[in-house]
């Protein structure tokens, strides 16, 4: 594995605020940034679009190690490109996120993407954002976070985004479905979502960002990287 003196992991829930957290803090720092459920969620997209069978799992880790995907940096955020196809809009979906659980559970996909997401670490500092960074993917990063919140806050603030980029949505239905997706990933046999031994839990739920950012910033200070 290469040199993990700079890997910051910071693994929990969805909706916990984890991808506002770390891009902010990638930016702040200066370092790559990796979305690991990104790549879950364009390979649930690609597998569902060539109507692969997510039952036939060798079928589904062969899209995986074979992703012809392309994260773009720009002003507003990460751009995504599959295929030569922006999607960075419709990997966010609730209906991407589903199927992305449901790829993450099957162990060849997850074994098949384990050397892309290493690969991230190799230009220095990196933010790796995800449910299996401190258990799985970096097991010896020098600074681990478990960021959750509870289930209604999580739900309400995917409510908030989904509005503000015009989808439709309904809140129970939403927290239904991150409680759902909440029981598979933690529940799933290989990589369920659960802190690292050396973790450090932050509960984002009475939290701002702003708050949640100072929080991290000081392990990274205190860890002596920066
Ligand atoms: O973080 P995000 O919501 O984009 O992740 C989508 C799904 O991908 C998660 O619900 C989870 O099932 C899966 N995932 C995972 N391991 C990761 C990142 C995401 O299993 N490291």
């Not at 929990?12 to 990796?34: D, H, I, M, N």
Request: proline share 4%; aromatic share 4%.
């Amino acid at each position: 594995m290469s040199d993990l003196r700079a890997v910051i992991t910071v693994d929990g829930p969805s909706g916990a605020g984890k991808g506002t957290v770390c891009a902010r803090l990638a930016e702040q720092l200066g370092w790559s940034l990796l979305d690991s459920g990104a790549l879950y969620r364009i390979t649930g997209l690609a597998a569902s679009r060539k109507s692969i069978e997510f039952a036939d799992e060798s079928a589904v880790s062969a899209v995986a190690a074979g992703l012809d995907v392309v994260f773009e940096p720009t002003p507003t955020g990460v751009k995504v490109v599959l295929e030569g196809e922006d999607v960075t809009d419709i990997i966010r979906t609730e209906e991407v996120g589903s199927l992305a659980s449901q790829v993450a559970a099957l162990p060849p996909v997850r074994e098949a993407l384990l050397q892309r997401q290493r690969d991230f670490a190799q230009a220095g500092g990196l933010i790796a954002d995800g449910r299996d960074m401190g258990t799985v993917v970096f097991p010896t990063a020098p600074v681990k976070v478990f960021l959750t919140a509870s289930a209604e806050e999580r739900g309400h603030r995917r409510y908030k985004q989904l509005l503000d980029k015009g989808f439709d949505a309904s809140l129970p239905a939403l927290i239904e479905d991150i409680q759902a997706r909440d029981e598979r990933d933690s529940n799933r046999a290989v990589a369920p979502l659960k802190p690292a031994e050396d973790a450090i839990l932050i509960d984002s739920t009475e939290l701002t960002i702003d708050e949640v950012c100072e929080q991290v910033t000081g392990l990274v200070r205190k860890a002596g990287l920066i």
